[in-house]
């Protein structure tokens, strides 16, 4: 069980560095204007919203798997853990919004201003913590 926990946590690392760095780099996308840097971005969004889709997809994984290690009985009595499927699954949400972004910045689609990505970009800071909150404190 703790080589699953060990690689939830990495796996999640993983996603979270994407949730972060991916709206910072709508900000910087907002502020290119020549093609060359237009092009260079679109890959960098793709490659780094690949990355992030397979961290995000391993931290599931991983974290299914250690919920039916513990067993269903379990997992019923955890309120700490309902609330924190809750959290996950807002991010699951964002992370496929940010996927509609990338899609609009590559068919050079976007009309959104950087300010706009500043404050998204913030987002994930919410369920980030009240998600590590609720794993080590289990207030349920």
């Known amino acids: 069980m703790l080589w699953l926990k060990a690689l939830h946590l ?3 690392v993983t996603w979270f560095a994407g949730l972060f760095y991916l709206p910072r ?3 910087y996308h907002t502020q290119v204007s ?3 840097g237009n092009q260079r971005f679109k890959i960098m969004e793709k ?3 690949a990355i992030m889709t397979m961290g995000g997809l391993l931290t599931i994984i991983f974290g ?3 919920t039916v290690g513990y067993g269903m009985e379990w997992f019923r009595y955890q309120g700490w853990l309902h609330a924190k ?3 996950v699954i807002a991010l699951i949400a964002y992370h496929i919004w940010c996927g509609f972004i990338v899609h609009r910045f590559a068919t050079d689609r976007n009309t959104r ?3 706009f990505y500043r404050m998204i970009n913030e987002i994930p800071v919410i369920p980030l913590v009240g998600a590590i909150i609720l794993a080590v404190l ?3």
Do not use: C, G, Q, S
């Open 113 to 115: 201003p950087e300010r």
């Open 10 to 12: 990495i796996f999640m």
């Open 64 to 66: 299914v798997w250690l």
């Open 34 to 36: 020549d093609a060359e």
């Open 85 to 87: 499927l809750t959290l």
């Open 25 to 27: 780099l709508f900000v």
């Open 47 to 49: 490659k780094l919203f």
């Open 138 to 140: 289990r207030p349920f």
